[in-house]
């Protein structure tokens, strides 16, 4: 079941390249707009999970996580945030069962000072504590801790911290990247965060994916393709705790081969039962898991989306079971959708597409390792874990400073699978993946989107800066011309 599963899965990805129909959900990108009802609230909608060790803090884990797809930079005048409604999770497990250990949760809160003006704020904001920011949102960090299912500990390691603000303009921000500067923060406990609007480091070539795979160039291998996430903006929140903060013993990672070595991680929403559509509300109370939290206030809650890995939800889940899995737990994706999981006619419909491929049809026990179980010596958290989706990341692996964007296919172990780096072209990756790359069936296959739109930046908070409303590129630009008299 788990290796028709995760061929599936992978499979999947493929065939966005080669049978747009099978998995309409892709066409939002890595997991933007993914199921039915996520598409609906696109403030719980989490897109992307990022895990990484980061060159200029090696003894750290770095979480990046993206909320709410497609942002136009110009979204005005009620410009994006988080919802206040809403907890935002990220998740760890370090032992392998697929349960979290330890959880950081985001609350957010939103004030508007001057309920009397149409603006986000007045132009000239010079500090992300002007008063000139109208509409500001701040938000609360706590990090519980749990064993075998049960909450053992919470600590609000963070307080009253403000969010960036959303980018409007060149005249409202004249530095933006000054004040946006000014949401890099410290934790309690030792760590960094950040919370506000990033351009959206996913890249993808939608477009020829949902045109039946019609690729730009080639197999896609050479370039060529267009980035349809380029030019949007993302809700992120990115967090860089000390190791010890998430190992399984509470110590520093000693090197790869280190027991504590491996943890997987994902992001969830969750919302007040009374707030969520009755639909997905039942599913989540069949599927609550028994170590959710204790208290009171937690227990009002619901979860409705989650997110591991990349394209997951996107590809293997039907579209039918696709808002019970944000409900469910990764400790329970082998129990509720085993039996969903569809067979590897998906690599057959590759090899259908692209005659001589030889894409590998059945036995696909390197691409359950890859992604859910974990590869042995790399990302097993622990022996015989069962599979779960969540990224997993070996923390005794010290950062490459040349990454390669192919990860581990290309021998960068720093790399996905082992966690995710912003650089790494994950669509290409698992395309090539269920070609077959593991078992020596090496093929060219990619989107032909190799990078961002924008550089990565070297230190915290990593990701690019958001693209600016004012300056925002998916717009047609009215040509020049003579003045039009005051009576055209
Ligand atoms: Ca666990
Ligand atoms: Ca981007
Ligand atoms: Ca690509």
Request: overall charge neutral.
């Amino acid at each position: 079941m788990r290796l028709r599963r995760t061929t599936a899965l992978v499979a999947s990805v493929a065939a966005a390249a080669g049978a747009g129909g099978i998995i309409t959900t892709l066409s939002s990108g890595s997991s933007h707009r993914e199921a039915p009802l996520t598409a609906l609230d696109p403030t719980g909608d989490d897109t992307d999970v990022y895990a990484f060790k980061a060159a200029d803090a090696p003894n750290a884990l770095t979480i990046v996580a993206n909320w709410i797809p497609f942002e136009d930079p110009a979204g005005g005048p009620n410009f994006y945030r988080f919802d206040d409604r809403a907890s935002y999770y990220l998740n760890v497990d370090n032992t392998g069962d697929g349960r979290y250990d330890v959880r950081y949760r985001f609350k957010f809160h939103t004030k508007t000072r001057d309920k009397n003006s149409f603006l986000y704020a007045l132009p000239g904001v010079s500090s992300i504590l002007d008063p000139k920011l109208n509409v500001v949102q701040t938000y609360d960090v706590t990090r519980e801790t749990y064993r075998d299912g049960r909450q053992v500990g919470e600590k609000v390691v963070a307080h009253n911290l403000p969010t960036a603000p959303d980018n409007v303009g060149p005249k409202t921000f004249p530095d933006y990247a000054a004040v946006a500067a000014q949401a890099d923060r410290t934790i309690r406990g030792g760590g960094r965060v950040f919370a506000g609007q990033v351009d959206d480091p996913f890249f993808v070539d939608l477009g020829s994916t949902f045109d039946a795979i019609d690729l730009r160039k080639g197999t896609g291998a050479q370039g060529g393709g267009r980035d349809d996430l380029a030019g949007y903006n993302v809700h992120s929140i990115v967090l860089q705790v000390p190791e010890k903060q998430v190992t399984r013993d509470g110590r520093q990672v000693a090197g790869a081969k280190a027991g504590n070595a491996v943890v997987g991680v994902w992001s969830s929403t969750e919302r007040p039962r009374v707030q969520v559509s009755s639909p997905v509300a039942e599913e989540a109370r069949a599927a609550r898991h028994v170590h959710r939290g204790s208290r009171a206030a937690q227990d009002s809650d619901v979860q409705v989306s989650r997110l591991g890995n990349p394209l997951v939800n996107e590809v293997v889940i039907p579209l039918g079971k696709k808002d019970f899995f944000n409900a469910t737990q990764p400790s329970d994706d082998l129990k509720h959708f085993g039996k969903y999981v569809l067979s590897p006619q998906l690599a057959k419909v590759i090899n259908a597409l692209f005659p001589g491929l030889n894409v590998p049809e059945n036995n696909r026990t390197d691409i359950v390792q890859a992604l859910l179980t974990g590869i042995p010596g790399l990302t097993q958290i622990a022996p015989k874990a069962p599979p779960t989706d969540t990224l997993k990341i070996n923390l005794g692996v010290a950062p490459n400073p040349a990454p390669n964007r192919f990860g581990v296919l290309a021998g960068d172990m720093a790399g996905f699978p082992n966690g995710r780096r912003l650089t790494d072209d994950v669509t290409d990756i698992e395309l090539r993946v269920i070609g077959g790359f593991l078992k020596g069936n090496k093929l060219p296959l990619g989107d032909g989107v190799d990078q961002n739109d924008l550089p990565f930046r070297s230190a915290f908070p990593y990701v690019a800066l958001p693209h600016s409303g004012f300056d925002g590129a998916q717009k047609r630009i009215e040509p020049e011309h003579a003045p039009t008299p005051a009576q055209p």
